[in-house]
């Protein structure tokens, strides 16, 4: 993760990756990875990404009905804040 600050403003680049042994796959590495770039205020929730599920399922018999309905959702969220630096001038 890349942060830029200007002012009280926050850039972040973000490059997640994950790599993973497939043994079906003769030993193969699957990797995955994305990358994102988000602005938002220092000190406050910047959401970075999420995942909706949805399922739906509907029974019917002549006497009886069945109803199923199911949202989720997921958030990301990250907060960044500035932490004072007192150590000596930088060169």
Do not use: C, Y
């Amino acid at each position: 993760m890349l942060p830029r600050v200007s002012g009280d403003n926050v850039t972040l680049e973000i490059s997640p990756q994950r790599a993973v042994l497939d043994q079906r796959d003769g030993g193969a590495i699957n990797i995955q990875r994305i990358h994102t770039t988000v602005s938002g205020k220092l000190g406050e929730w910047i959401d970075i990404g999420g995942a909706v599920r949805e399922q739906r399922s509907v029974d019917s018999d002549i006497l009886s009905s069945t109803r199923d309905l199911r949202d989720e959702q997921r958030r990301v969220l990250i907060k960044v804040e500035e932490i004072p630096f007192n150590g000596p001038a930088p060169p």
